[in-house]
């Protein structure tokens, strides 16, 4: 099963920050939370991902809180283009050992003009 | 980013035929490659992982001996489900994880676009 918990569904304007909560009550230390989407009928991509710190890079920004139980990803400025499923993943990386990425059910995103 | 390229796209086949799905990685070494399967309104399920050159694990529940995968090289993988039904309709999804040791793209995962399968 998946280690995080995500509201089912999240609506959000146009031009608006679209701000997506997970829950991972049960993280533990050498675990890092990575973000994914997936528009339909195409594969997953790749958005973000972090340990403890917040984290920014050209799609969006990761805030992490600081006992690390649960995150925030957001979409400065959403789009049409931005709507999609958005998945938030716990994975173990350490010590050149990497988990499995395990999908959970995700966030559908509706972007709306 | 990284590509992963899936071919087909998209497959229609008979009952009972054989259908083989190529997964390359383009300009990146994949170390490691997995297999998900996802059904209409579904997540995503990991079906296998494979190592270049070695026999792929597979998850439980996932039949080995009816979806064979092959990792020969460091830049293709191939599922090829065995004995199609209809209910192995799904849509098929490869992922290739980033072997390479540079800074900033050590174990990185990357997504190829589906084949949509579907079994008459």
């Known amino acids: 099963d998946a280690k995080t918990t995500q509201p089912p569904s999240m609506d959000c304007a146009e031009g608006r920050a679209a701000n997506l909560p997970c829950n991972h009550s049960?993280?533990?230390?050498?675990?890092?939370v990575y973000w994914y989407r997936q528009i339909h009928s195409q594969g997953p991509q790749y958005i973000i991902h972090?340990?403890?710190n917040n984290e920014t890079n050209e799609m969006a920004s990761l805030i992490i809180t600081e006992d690390r139980k649960s995150s925030t990803l957001i979409l400065p400025h959403a789009t049409l283009r931005d709507t999609a499923v958005y998945y938030c993943i716990v994975r173990v990386d350490y010590g050149g050992s990497q988990g499995n990425l395990i999908f959970g059910k995700g966030t559908k995103l509706s972007v709306k003009p | 980013g990284a590509v992963v390229s899936q071919h087909p796209s998209r497959v229609i086949c008979k009952s009972g035929t054989s259908v083989k799905i190529e997964c390359r990685s383009l300009?990146?070494?994949?170390?490691?490659m997995f297999w998900y399967r996802q059904f209409p309104k579904q997540s995503l399920m990991l079906m296998a992982t494979s190592n270049e050159g070695s026999k792929a694990t597979y998850e439980q529940g996932v039949e080995k001996d009816k979806f064979l995968i092959n990792h020969a090289s460091l830049t293709l993988s191939t599922l090829t489900v065995t004995s199609a039904h209809p209910e192995d309709s799904s849509f098929y999804i490869c992922?290739?994880?980033?072997?390479?040791?540079?800074?900033?793209?050590?174990?990185?995962?990357?997504f190829g676009p589906g084949t949509r399968l579907t079994v008459l």
């Open positions: 049960t993280i533990s230390g050498n675990e890092y």
């Open positions: 972090g340990l403890k």
């Open positions: 992922s290739a994880r980033d072997g390479s040791r540079l800074a900033g793209k050590r174990n990185e995962q990357f």
């Open positions: 300009d990146f070494q994949a170390t490691t």
